[in-house]
T-cell receptor, first 115, second 114 residues
């Protein structure tokens, strides 16, 4: 099946620093989604990307859909303590119209922000 | 804001027992999903459900698993005879037709098989 490689696995940063994480795939996705998961909670959508090359922001978060459709990155600017959590990329491929929305998730990036 | 609701939040069961995990998707959504996350690992797709039938399932979703939408609001995942390796967080998700490809997740049910 399709695999997503997400890096880095974890990051320990100081409050105020910028953060960057990315996902790469061996195959094409038509949609990239970035989710955040906090302890004991389900994934919460941060940003959705639908077109190759698309760059989308949500507050201090910016994500891009790679032009090859095989990668995506997420940047967080001026991190704050509440940014702590696990960030997951997820890809969706509706090639052939047979997929009803199965998401393939990356392994996650654990973000720790020191005040 | 509408949300996906899952019950119970934590289920403890003995190996070999049947469990039913319950989900109430967002009310006007038509596509429903179950995912699993083993502790410390990534979220994995189990099954998608649309128009009262399974539309796609993964290799994980074997004969021990079944899904049902019994009454038009609940969406359930049944594991007939639980194994130790079924211990995980189980997430329900739902999707409407307006917001493109966006799945909204519940808070999950932690299943502990002893």
């Amino acid at each position: 099946g399709q695999q997503l490689n997400q890096s880095p696995q974890s990051m320990f940063i100081q409050e105020g620093e910028d953060v960057s994480m990315n996902c790469t795939s061996s195959s094409i996705f038509n949609t990239w989604l970035w989710y955040k998961q906090e302890p004991g909670e389900g994934p919460v959508l941060l940003i959705a990307l639908y077109k190759a090359g698309e760059l989308t922001s949500n507050g201090r978060l910016t994500a891009q859909f790679g032009i090859t459709r095989k990668d995506s990155f997420l940047n967080i600017s001026a991190s704050i303590p509440s940014d702590v959590g696990i960030y997951f990329c997820a890809g969706l491929n509706r090639a052939g119209g047979t997929s009803y929305g199965k998401l393939t998730f990356g392994q996650g990036t654990i973000l720790t922000v020191h005040p | 804001e509408p949300e996906v609701t899952q019950t119970p939040s934590h289920q403890v069961t003995q190996m070999g027992q049947e469990v039913i995990l319950r989900c109430v998707p967002i009310s006007n959504h038509l596509y429903f999903y179950w995912y699993r996350q083993i502790l410390g690992q990534k979220v994995e797709f189990l099954v998608s459900f649309y128009n009262n039938e399974i539309s796609e399932k993964s290799e994980i979703f074997d004969d021990q698993f079944s899904v049902e939408r019994p009454d038009g609001s609940n969406f359930t995942l049944k594991i007939r005879s639980t194994k130790l390796e079924d211990s995980a967080m189980y997430f329900c998700a739902s999707r409407g037709t307006v917001a493109k490809n966006i799945q909204y997740f519940g808070a999950g049910t932690r299943l502990s098989v002893l």
